[in-house]
């Protein structure tokens, strides 16, 4: 039975934040202890709401004295990051540590081989023009198969932008480099968290954790997940509500990855954050095309490429989050049926 459009707009991302809140730290503290039997909680602070709201709630749910942020930016990290994450930090009351992990990249090869590959596509392309890469095509518009373009901006040419279209080779070899910055700060989170005993927190949403918006090995790779139930909406919402400041409850989320400005829309949704929430809470509810179009502005049409879009995605989350497959599931540490 579909909910009406007007409801669920409306409805579908209140909630009592004080009462959220309470449940979070009650279960991330018994999980703490008495799941993970660790002492304290590490994460990784990028000043983005997601791990700023994170830092708050682990220092509520275990004592800021038993919470560890690390800081970790490298090259081409905006300034407002290590801003932002210093000032979450602050309201969460807990300790930070600033590691620049540009020695690590450059040793592991992460600059070199992305600029080799955007090189071999953009000959005038030289190592330090800023650029990123963003989904062409319009999800709304058609159902024509999406393509990715690199977009450079040429300092030689006064900063002129040029778009190319991306074949997948190059396209993997970029991702797979630029993968690197995911993997080492994971592995920074782990290298701490071993030395104190302390489990690590992973600080995906709902809408990230859903649609696989995250790297393997990476940012995907966590003992735990406070905030993977609530909307990005939501998320922001609970970042005013635990008093973090306007710059970063009030910013446009961006990847962290690339050095251009880039929104998580233009890299991977394709539809504004807002809306997409809307638009994952109906498909889970099962709200028809036509009730939830009118809800969030679009046509039933539009509704339904995002619904297969969304069941698209999902097949990749899965395999993203999902455990290493076995030849023989004899040696499987399941208790049998």
Not at 37 to 58: E, F, P, T, W, Y
Not at 200 to 217: I, K
Not at 324 to 334: G, M, Q, W
Request: glycine residues 8%; proline residues 5%.
């Amino acid at each position: 039975m579909s909910k009406p459009s007007s409801v669920f707009a409306r409805d579908a991302m209140a909630m009592d934040y004080a009462a959220a809140t309470q449940q979070i730290e009650k279960t991330l503290r018994s999980l703490t202890a008495q799941r993970l039997h660790r002492r304290g909680l590490v994460l990784g602070v990028s000043g983005g709401i997601d791990s700023s709201v994170c830092a708050v709630l682990a220092a509520r749910a275990v004592g800021p004295q038993r919470v560890v942020a690390l800081l970790m930016p490298e090259r081409e990290s905006p300034a407002t990051s290590l801003t932002n994450g210093k000032a979450a930090c602050e309201v969460a009351g807990i300790k930070h540590e600033i590691h620049d992990l540009t020695p690590a990249l450059e040793v592991l090869g992460c600059y070199r081989k992305r600029d080799e590959a955007i090189q071999r596509l953009l000959p005038a392309y030289r190592s330090g023009d800023r650029f990123k890469i963003a989904v062409a095509g319009d999800l709304m518009g058609s159902d024509r198969m999406s393509f990715f373009t690199l977009v450079v901006e040429l300092s030689a040419e006064g900063g002129r932008q040029v778009r190319v279209r991306m074949p997948a080779d190059a396209y993997l070899a970029i991702v797979a480099a630029t993968n690197l910055k995911q993997r080492v700060r994971k592995m920074m989170e782990y290298t701490r968290a071993d030395e104190l005993n302390y489990a690590v927190l992973g600080t995906p949403n709902r809408l990230e954790y859903d649609q696989g918006f995250f790297v393997r090995g990476g940012d995907g790779l966590a003992d735990v997940k406070p905030i993977a139930h609530l909307y990005k909406t939501q998320v922001f919402a609970l970042g005013r509500h635990l008093g973090l400041p306007p710059s970063i409850t009030e910013q446009t989320p961006s990847t962290d990855t690339y050095s251009l400005p880039q929104t998580q829309e233009e890299f991977y949704f394709g539809v504004p954050y807002a809306q997409m929430d809307l638009l994952l809470w109906a498909y889970t509810h099962k709200v028809t095309p036509a009730a939830a179009a009118s809800g969030v502005g679009l046509t039933s049409d539009q509704v339904e490429r995002v619904y297969r879009d969304i069941e698209a995605k999902r097949r990749v989350a899965q395999q993203l989050d999902g455990p290493a497959l076995l030849i023989d599931p004899t040696c499987s540490r399941e208790e049998p049926a």
